[in-house]
């Protein structure tokens, strides 16, 4: 059921989930939602809710959990707002904010195997689609096996797009430890693929 | 150098993340050595994969999903704070009731008789004879009744106990 802020969003602001943001409007929506406004808000949510949910789903590998770490993270960003001093700075916060909701998740659900994944369906009905559905599970098991830190910097930088820079500066750490870290990961990963491929 | 240490910065140069000056050590051997040329053909493999994953489209119920969800928590946020705020209100003017100083008027202060200088009284003059030395009268007592709400009684005696002085003041100036 769409919410009446949905329909406030959409029609307000004209802008359908996950479509790109000029910076103008994305400061202005910040601005806006500081003061308040719930439309504004969600605004901003359609501009970054792909990113935030495609991050906690790689790095929980569980839809259900990935849906609970998204909500956590925005109604964080809500509770937080005033503390978001430019909109350049939000993507970053979110990123941070995501990683750790999801780090924290993880330690409670531990020893906990769950890599069931939204797209995996069993409709794929040609033997092509079977066999790429079957590829693109190991793809996730295989980042979903990684140590925490090397698979929140290997899904930040890879499946992501940030650079190390960035990375490092949502992890808190040095690049060259990021650059370790992804190292590790693609090694890890490369020869998961490699075995089962 | 070994084949095994060029491994993790092959997995680094293949997207670009090996830092400059190891850039053409990594190129001369891979130049050369065919393994490390089909490890880093493996990379390049192994991360299409992974990008192909991270290319995918996010489900939309998904996305729908966690906006609900967080509008419904923003709005039980606002739900649950307002009795808060109503609440506190009401306890913040309950304490400025009982602390404010009381308003109920303070007593006026009693009147207070004020009493005029004494006029000049006169001596009874007798005939002839010499002046009698007019003599003022001594007060003796002044007393001041208490007065009738509007109006002063002042009553002086002089040394003649036949004369009696009442002066008597109306407040009101009527």
New interface residues.
Partial sequence: ???R??ALAMQGYGLA??EPANTEDAVRWLHLAQSGD?AA??AL??IH??R???TA??LLAN?QD??DA??DV??RL?RNLRHIDSAGNLSGWLYRVTVNVCHDMLRRRKNVESLDD??FSLESSTEADLEREQ??RM??EA?GSLPEKERAA?TL?????LS?REVAGILGSSEATV??Q???A??K??KM??CRL | MSCQSF???I??Y??G?L?EQDVPRVEEHVATCADCRNLLE??E???A??????A?A???A??????????????N?RRLRWPWVAAATAALALLALFLAPSRRPAPEPRPVAIAPAPPQVEAAVGGAGPPVRSRRPRRRAVTARPPAPQQLVVKMLTDDPDIVIIWLVDQTGD
């Fill in positions: 059921m769409e919410s802020g949905v989930a996950g719930v808000f969600e949510l359609r809710e792909i935030v949910a495609r789903l790689r839809r990935a849906q998204a909500q925005f109604l809500h939204s797209r590829q693109r793809v996730v980042v290997l930088r890879d499946l992501e797009g190390t650059r370790s992804i190292s590790a693609r090694v990963i490369r693929l490699r | 491994e993790p910065m997995a680094l293949v997207e993340d830092p493996d990379f493999a192994s991360q994969a992974l990008k192909k994953l991270g995918e996010v489900d939309g998904l996305l729908t999903a966690v906006r609900a969800g967080v509008l419904a928590g923003i709005d946020r």
